[in-house]
């Protein structure tokens, strides 16, 4: 629900002007708090650029970026009305050969964490980045629900196969499982996660 309202929100707020040349030919899609120097940081709200992901075209004319990392947003979003639309959006910014870095919660994973009762290394894995996290004393399955749903702001979660899909349907070509450690080989300005114990990371380029 808070997800949604900070949405509309910046729904509320859309820029006058459907195409605006962006500060910086690198996109951070869903910074949060994490912005990072030299790129343009966006998100619903409080960023360099607040818009709301899933609201139709992005206000950016074609092929301005060199790249794009979105980390743990398209679980938020629906997947054939947000995320694959979404998806085309980015591949028309991205130059010709340009790349997408996706992360997002691990369907295959979390799963096998569940069926072989390894519940305790997804909550160690999640409490270094939420410290204020609890079970409040319900046992350790209750995390896989959390993980799924995030409190009424997950709606989707993927394995490799469909996260792929996604990027093909949207025209992305490329698509390759990688790991955080390839994400931060390439762009080293990011802060590390250390979230590969249930986390999915994906790269893509755009055809060219």
């Known amino acids: 629900m808070e997800f949604d309202i900070r949405r509309l929100q910046a729904r509320l707020k ?32 409080g960023s360099d650029f607040d818009i709301d992901f899933a609201s139709g075209a992005l206000p950016w004319p074609a092929r301005v970026f060199d790249c794009v990392v979105s980390q743990h947003v398209i679980e938020h979003l629906d997947l054939n009305e947000e995320v694959v639309p979404l998806f085309r959006e980015l591949r028309r910014v991205l130059k010709p050969g340009g790349e997408i870095w996706l992360s997002c919660p691990d369907i295959d994973k979390i799963c096998r964490s569940y069926l072989e009762r390894r519940m305790a290394d997804l909550l160690e894995d999640r409490m270094p980045r939420w410290p204020s996290y609890s079970l409040e004393g319900m046992p350790p399955s209750q995390m896989i629900n959390d993980l799924f749903h995030q409190r009424g702001e997950h709606k989707n979660l993927y394995d490799f196969e469909l996260l792929a899909w996604a990027l093909t349907t949207a025209g992305f070509v490329d698509v390759r499982q990688v790991a955080e450690a390839d994400l931060l080989a390439r762009f080293p300005e990011f802060p590390a996660r250390q ?11 755009t055809p060219g």
């Open 14 to 45: 859309r820029y006058k002007h459907k195409a605006v040349t962006p500060l910086s030919t690198k996109l951070h899609l869903g910074s949060g708090k994490r912005r990072v120097g030299g790129w343009l940081n966006v998100d619903v709200l």
């Open 195 to 205: 979230d590969d114990r249930q986390s999915l990371y994906v790269r893509a380029v």
